[in-house]
């Protein structure tokens, strides 16, 4: 029998499951969901199956994306998939040194007809946003997506308007190139939930690639699996799968060991913590759980850590990066059940 997330049920022989709270949709009907979204994506982004994931961890988690590896790979089309899948709305910014916070999040500006000053929206009012080699443009036009992206609203000229819900950035950047860049400060990068890298395709996966765009493009048949409605119904469903306290204690014993380690200068903050437990919701989710257990965390822990811990001088000298000791970090704390 198909079990509801919201139905209390007995636990069973994990420490870990135990019953949700609170209205909901089925866990299996939205692991379906979920796992049609990215077969929908995977027509287009071919062969990275892994990454389509991740990103709709990152979108049911309430959080948003950075994309970072070089020119070709395909991450804006991953975010113009994905948008269409949605059946969401879609706009791209593309980040240049001469870009201006206004140009992001709207202005205002004069009607001569009707004598009066209204509100221009930006492009951020959108449900999908792109910001394209977002390290491009200056420290700025990049502080102007953090109210955005964390309380989801934008003030212009004293008044606070609202961003559509669900609200989801997908940033993109390219790691190879250091002139005309201004990289991101700690406070943009807390804000993105993963940061997740594309990378090269098979090449049985290119070559298919190759043939499919002899023609037309595959993006351009692409039709949309869900509405707006359903994603916020999906994203309120994963709030409630079931997170048991020895769950809560291990995130929390990570964290105290990244800011203690002896190679990080930062480790993991509050807001990393917090989405480190909202993603492990999602990863449960996708394989149709309604309960959190030790390996949803281990499994988006580095994607969700490795950019927001900075290592020590000497570290980064010696070759040893942030991914790495977050790995690292994974195999020394322990997994403790009440």
């Known amino acids: 029998m198909t079990r509801q997330i919201s139905t209390p049920h007995t636990p069973h022989d994990s420490p870990f499951e135990i019953s949700a709270e609170g209205a909901g949709i089925d866990c299996e009907e939205l692991a379906l969901l979920m796992k049609r979204l990215a077969d929908n994506i995977e027509t287009v982004i071919l062969g990275k199956r892994d990454l389509i994931e991740s990103c709709l961890i990152g979108l049911m988690a309430g959080g948003h994306i950075l994309l970072e590896d070089v020119p070709g790979v395909g991450k804006t089309m991953l975010a113009r998939s994905l948008a269409r899948t949605l059946g969401t709305g879609f706009k791209r910014i593309q980040f240049t040194p001469d870009l201006l916070p206004s140009d ?45 992206m964390e309380e989801g609203q934008v003030t212009v000229d004293l008044q ?17 190139e250091s002139e005309g860049v201004y990289p991101l400060p700690e ?38 699996v869900t509405d707006v409605h359903q994603i916020r119904t999906m994203q309120e469903a994963t709030r409630r799968v079931t997170v048991h306290d020895a769950i809560y204690d291990y995130i929390l014993r990570l964290a105290g060991a990244s800011r ?18 909202r993603c492990a919701q999602a990863h449960a989710a996708l394989r149709g759980r309604d309960f959190v257990i030790p390996d949803d965390v281990k499994a988006v822990a580095a994607p969700v850590m490795a950019h927001r811990l900075i290592p020590v001088p000497e570290a980064r000298l010696g070759g040893e990066g942030a991914t790495q000791i977050a790995l690292e970090l994974l195999k020394s704390v322990a997994v403790e059940s009440k």
């Not at 009707?114 to 394209?132: I, N, Q, T, Y």
């Not at 990378?199 to 039709?223: C, F, N, S, V, W």
């Open 104 to 148: 992001v999040t709207g202005t205002v500006v004069f009607d001569p007809n009707e004598r009066d000053f209204h509100f221009r929206e930006g492009p951020v009012f959108s449900h999908v946003v792109l910001g394209d080699e977002i390290n491009r443009a200056s420290p700025k036009t990049q502080s102007a997506l953090l109210e955005c």
């Open 160 to 176: 606070t308007r609202k961003l559509p819900e669900p609200f989801f950035v997908i940033a993109t950047q390219n790691p190879s």
């Open 187 to 224: 406070s943009q990068l807390d804000r993105f939930a993963m940061r997740l890298s594309v990378g090269y395709p098979h090449p049985d996966a290119e070559k298919l690639l190759m043939k499919e765009q002899r023609l037309q493009h595959p993006i351009e048949t692409l039709e949309s």
């Open 260 to 277: 203690t380690h002896s190679r990080l200068v930062l480790g993991l903050s509050p807001r990393g913590a917090l989405t480190l437990s």
